[in-house]
């Protein structure tokens, strides 16, 4: 093959690496690939694997390169002299003429082709054992923004090679163990998209955190993109379910969090410097970047993508804000999760509770614990110690060395895509980014714990609080014929339980996402006019700034909160509770007391069934009405089956079910199933009425022990009595299993006893009920108790 100094993107593909690194490759890859998919990628071209080592040989550095990088390693140089001679050496040389021509060629080609006489071009490094299913090199090399000119171009070029020896970038190599000399670099040219006027982001083909394939992650900022890598802002953050994207239907968009978005780069005007950073306007901060069906584009892009290359992938995008169009600009494969084994699952726990100092996103699940050292400068890796907690303002890639030393990192800055979150990940580490003030409420040598184990918020607790760390082999957990299903409380918990082998969901209680995630009273945003409270006022005003309507703010809210429940488990049954809260704890969201009565004994007051239809709540259910609605029909999580709780008798049921059917919720239309609670006597006592209104049966062993033996769950003096395996309990258990079968009905049970009391579960599965449902941290003991019992019943 003839030597070529230059390559234009359209000619080359993923069997270039070795010529154009595995950036430039996978460039030309989707640019010849995936185009009749939609997919855009800015033109452009690519110096090659040979030009570099022309250019090393032409100026005659590689043997001062060679005695250079043996200092090191014999441990005669630091790595930041090594880093600058060998840079030095780069920057002092020149290109050999043949190759300076062939850039200043394709560049006038790349304007003839753009219809501009001096493009503004982005110029980024690509080295060849870059961008590798197992190695990201995050950020490793420079990228130059907004480069204009063929003189320009060539000092831009010249920087990108000398790049390849930054420290960052020798400590990586060192890292991952790569040769340094067999690394070659090659430059990708690319007509700029103008993002400065519109926006930027990265885009992840399965959950960064977590690992669940499902979902694409998409972060996106106002300007161009360099600020998120190095974590310099806040991102929105965008989560797509994947299955619904092929039905144009759909928008199964689960979550749309708004970042704060202070600053954004722009080009710059006069001077040397070709970007700058800027404030952001009110308008920007308070919008999203992206609308719905950019989100939607973007998702449907990034899945095109990962299926050509077969696994997941870690790709930039950028929206040029003159055209309104959307283009990739580099996609590479991503190194954390599509390369680890899902064989095992290791999980994290605090063992005591403690009220966080700090909050952020969080990075990985794991927990850690360390004397905190703020850093402002990665040269102070020398006084660092090591296994402490780095808390900085933001990281960029010349921190890698003294981010391995670290225990955790905790920044000021940043998004789940940024630097610090994509070298964490590898690095296996917690992280907490994004917190705002680590650096203000800090301070050297506090021992802190940081902890990524409690969803995806991550906290940063003052102290070395007690936890536990747990390895299991997920091969080991026993298949059952009972379908074993968990209980989840909130969306950021189901997605770190995907990997357990449940059948679904067996309960998804409303309540913990109306609390958790949407905070407000549903009357109080259906009448906020009423609302006197001046403090819970200005908190809703807050929690739904950005939304014109603020019951459509608790429909959407609440619809993507159940639906990022819903998604890990699909198409498993997941069954949603439909709010349970009693009065007491209803006054208890934003806005709420205004709107709730004051009861003796709110257990048995206004709850569950009877709720949905009084005056006092009715708007706000047809709100939740809408909300599932939403959830099954328009996302698309249509494995979501209702469930009524304590519904006291069949004509109550027929009251709910018509008040839903009024709402949109239909039983048995689009395949909608309704189950009931049986945590009431009457439920066992009148089961046939029940199961001919309802679609199954999930018993609540709290409510009905309590209900059986009349003993209040929550009472300390009767703890005692408190027994879900007291005789009569289990004869209403073992009765409805019994009816409902006869009456075609399935029957689950959601609670802890199977996990604590392996002979309750033997007897749940002597009994034939269908389905268990425990916590997540229970599954495993529950599993083997069932499995255990099956064998001993002959029911394998």
């Known amino acids: 093959m003839a030597r070529q100094p230059v390559l234009w993107l359209e000619s080359v593909s993923s069997a270039d690496v070795p010529r154009v690194g595995?950036?430039?490759?996978?460039?030309?890859?989707?640019?010849?690939?995936?185009?009749?998919?939609?997919?855009?990628?800015?033109?452009?071209?690519?110096?090659?694997?040979?030009?570099?080592?022309?250019?090393?040989?032409?100026?005659?550095?590689?043997?001062?390169?060679?005695?250079?990088?043996?200092?090191?390693?014999?441990?005669?140089?630091?790595?930041?002299?090594?880093?600058?001679?060998?840079?030095?050496?780069?920057?002092?040389?020149?290109?050999?003429?043949?190759?300076?021509?062939?850039?200043?060629?394709?560049?006038?080609?790349?304007?003839?082709?753009?219809?501009?006489?001096?493009?503004?071009?982005?110029?980024?490094?690509?080295?060849?054992?870059?961008?590798?299913?197992?190695?990201?090199?995050?950020?490793?090399?420079?990228?130059?923004?907004?480069?204009?000119?063929?003189?320009?171009?060539?000092?831009?070029?010249?920087?990108?090679?000398?790049?390849?020896?930054?420290?960052?970038?020798?400590?990586?190599?060192?890292?991952?163990?790569?040769?340094?000399?067999?690394?070659?670099?090659?430059?990708?040219?690319?007509?700029?998209?103008?993002?400065?006027?519109?926006?930027?982001?990265?885009?992840?083909?399965?959950?960064?955190?977590?690992?669940?394939?499902?979902?694409?992650?998409?972060?996106?900022?106002?300007?161009?993109?360099?600020?998120?890598?190095?974590?310099?802002?806040?991102?929105?953050?965008?989560?797509?379910?994947?299955?619904?994207?092929?039905?144009?239907?759909?928008?199964?968009?689960?979550?749309?969090?708004?970042?704060?978005?202070?600053?954004?780069?722009?080009?710059?005007?006069?001077?040397?410097?070709?970007?700058?950073?800027?404030?952001?306007?009110?308008?920007?901060?308070?919008?999203?970047?992206?609308?719905?069906?950019?989100?939607?584009?973007?998702?449907?892009?990034?899945?095109?993508?990962?299926?050509?290359?077969?696994?997941?992938?870690?790709?930039?995008?950028?929206?040029?804000?003159?055209?309104?169009?959307?283009?990739?600009?580099?996609?590479?494969?991503?190194?954390?999760?599509?390369?680890?084994?899902?064989?095992?699952?290791?999980?994290?726990?605090?063992?005591?509770?403690?009220?966080?100092?700090?909050?952020?996103?969080?990075?990985?699940?794991?927990?850690?614990?360390?004397?905190?050292?703020?850093?402002?400068?990665?040269?102070?890796?020398?006084?660092?110690?090591?296994?402490?907690?780095?808390?900085?303002?933001?990281?960029?890639?010349?921190?890698?060395?003294?981010?391995?030393?670290?225990?955790?990192?905790?920044?000021?800055?940043?998004?789940?895509?940024?630097?610090?979150?994509?070298?964490?990940?590898?690095?296996?580490?917690?992280?907490?980014?994004?917190?705002?003030?680590a650096m203000a409420t800090l301070h050297d040598g506090q021992p802190v714990t940081v902890s990524c184990a409690e969803g995806d918020e991550g906290r940063v607790y003052d102290g070395a609080l007690p936890f536990e760390a747990a390895e299991l082999d997920l091969a080991a957990i026993p298949r059952t014929k009972t379908a074993m299903m968990l209980n989840i409380a909130s969306p950021a918990a189901a997605l770190r339980a995907w990997r357990l082998p449940a059948k679904g969901v067996g309960l998804a209680r409303m309540e913990f996402v109306i609390n958790a995630v949407v905070r407000a009273h549903p009357m109080a945003l259906l009448r906020f006019d009423e609302v006197q409270d001046r403090a819970a006022r200005r908190e809703i005003e807050q929690i739904t700034r950005g939304w014109r309507d603020k019951a459509e703010y608790f429909v959407t809210t609440l619809a993507r909160g159940v639906a990022r429940i819903a998604a890990p488990f699909h198409p498993h049954p997941v069954i949603v509770r439909l709010s349970d809260f009693k009065s007491n704890e209803y006054a208890h969201l934003v806005g709420g007391r205004q709107f709730e009565p004051v009861e003796e004994n709110p257990m048995l007051g206004l709850r569950g069934a009877s709720r949905y239809y009084s005056e006092r709540y009715r708007e706000g259910f047809a709100l939740e009405c809408r909300a599932m609605?939403?959830?099954?029909?328009?996302?698309?999580?249509?494995?979501?089956?209702?469930?009524?709780?304590?519904?006291?008798?069949?004509?109550?049921?027929?009251?709910?079910?018509?008040?839903?059917?009024?709402?949109?919720?239909?039983?048995?239309?689009?395949?909608?199933?309704?189950?009931?609670?049986?945590?009431i006597p009457s439920n066992v006592i009148l089961a046939e009425d029940f199961a001919a209104r309802f679609d199954g049966f999930s018993i609540g062993s709290n409510d009905l022990t309590q209900l059986t033996l009349g003993v209040d769950r929550d009472s300390a003096e009767l703890r005692g009595l408190f027994d879900e395996r007291d005789p009569a309990v289990k004869t209403l258990i073992s009765e409805v299993v019994r009816r409902a079968h006869g009456a075609g009905v399935k029957v689950g049970l959601c609670g802890e006893a199977p996990s604590n009391h392996p002979d309750f579960a033997a007897f749940l599965v002597e009994c034939g009920i269908d389905s268990m449902s425990l916590n997540p941290d229970s599954f495993v003991a529950a599993a083997r108790a069932v499995a255990e019992a099956e064998a001993q019943l002959g029911r394998p």
């Not at 006291?648 to 009931?676: F, S, W």
């Open 22 to 437: 595995g950036k430039n490759a996978s460039l030309g890859e989707m640019i010849a690939r995936l185009g009749e998919a939609g997919v855009r990628v800015p033109a452009g071209f690519a110096t090659t694997a040979e030009a570099f080592r022309d250019y090393i040989a032409a100026n005659g550095i590689g043997q001062a390169m060679a005695e250079r990088l043996a200092e090191l390693r014999e441990g005669r140089a630091t790595l930041q002299q090594t880093g600058a001679a060998i840079r030095r050496l780069f920057l002092d040389a020149h290109f050999p003429e043949a190759t300076a021509e062939a850039i200043r060629s394709a560049y006038r080609e790349l304007a003839e082709r753009s219809g501009a006489p001096d493009p503004a071009v982005a110029v980024r490094s690509s080295a060849t054992a870059e961008d590798l299913p197992t190695a990201s090199f995050a950020g490793q090399q420079e990228t130059f923004l907004n480069v204009v000119g063929e003189r320009a171009l060539l000092e831009a070029c010249r920087h990108c090679y000398a790049s390849l020896y930054t420290d960052r970038a020798i400590s990586y190599r060192e890292m991952q163990g790569f040769d340094h000399l067999k690394v070659a670099l090659s430059i990708g040219v690319q007509v700029m998209v103008r993002a400065d006027l519109g926006g930027s982001g990265i885009m992840f083909t399965l959950d960064t955190e977590s690992g669940f394939p499902g979902v694409v992650v998409i972060s996106a900022a106002w300007g161009l993109g360099e600020p998120i890598v190095q974590g310099a802002v806040n991102p929105d953050r965008y989560l797509v379910f994947k299955p619904p994207l092929a039905d144009p239907a759909k928008v199964p968009i689960l979550e749309k969090q708004r970042g704060e978005k202070a600053r954004k780069m722009v080009y710059a005007e006069g001077g040397s410097a070709r970007t700058m950073m800027v404030e952001t306007t009110g308008r920007e901060r308070d919008g999203f970047v992206l609308e719905d069906a950019e989100i939607l584009q973007l998702a449907r892009w990034g899945l095109a993508i990962e299926r050509h290359y077969g696994r997941p992938m870690d790709i930039e995008w950028a929206k040029d804000g003159q055209t309104g169009e959307l283009a990739i600009v580099q996609a590479r494969p991503e190194t954390v999760h599509g390369s680890r084994k899902a064989a095992t699952l290791k999980t994290w726990r605090l063992k005591a509770k403690a009220r966080p100092v700090l909050r952020g996103a969080a990075v990985g699940e794991a927990i850690a614990t360390g004397p905190a050292q703020l850093v402002r400068n990665p040269e102070d890796i020398e006084g660092f110690p090591e296994g402490a907690v780095l808390v900085a303002e933001a990281t960029d890639p010349d921190w890698v060395p003294l981010m391995k030393k670290a225990a955790a990192i905790v920044t000021d800055h940043g998004g789940a895509t940024s630097h610090a979150a994509i070298v964490s990940r590898e690095l296996g580490i917690a992280a907490v980014v994004g917190t705002g003030a």
């Open 629 to 679: 609605k939403m959830a099954r029909e328009e996302i698309g999580l249509d494995n979501i089956i209702l469930m009524v709780p304590f519904c006291r008798t069949p004509a109550e049921a027929d009251r709910v079910l018509a008040l839903m059917a009024e709402n949109g919720l239909k039983r048995g239309e689009r395949g909608l199933q309704v189950y009931v609670m049986c945590e």
